[in-house]
């Protein structure tokens, strides 16, 4: 079995800072792409920000400058530190990862999301 789980949502003022993690955990012999998404009530899911096992980033427009996407490989962990957050930021916010089990084929993985709520 494999898990993802966030943590790091909460409440903050607009113009504030989070930092959000997200576990990877179970049977894990790889991961390769990990990623964050957000969705907002009555809206879609976008991405937000992704990166490869490489390290190479991807930042939706809406957050370059503002947020980033980092992750540490040993501990299976992937972050997103977010700096002057506006109240279009409220959503909850997704982890994803792309993970071979051992012996198993590669499958995608999404967390139970968590909240981040952004006072004006």
């Known amino acids: 079995q494999v898990q993802l789980v966030e943590s790091g949502g909460g409440l903050v003022q607009a113009g504030g800072s989070l930092r959000l993690s997200c576990v990877a955990s179970?049977?894990?012999?790889?991961?390769?792409?990990m990623g964050w998404y957000r969705q907002a009530p009555g809206k879609q899911r976008e991405l937000v920000a992704a990166i490869t096992s490489g390290g190479r980033t991807n930042h939706a427009d809406s957050v370059k400058g503002r947020f980033t996407i980092s992750r540490d490989n040993a501990k299976n962990t992937v972050y997103l530190q977010m700096n002057s957050l506006k109240p279009e930021d409220s959503a909850v916010y997704y982890c994803n990862a792309d993970i071979s089990r051992y012996g198993g084929s590669w499958l995608n993985y999404w967390g139970q999301g968590t909240q981040v709520t952004v006072s004006s």
């Open positions: 179970g049977s894990i012999f790889s991961i390769n792409g």
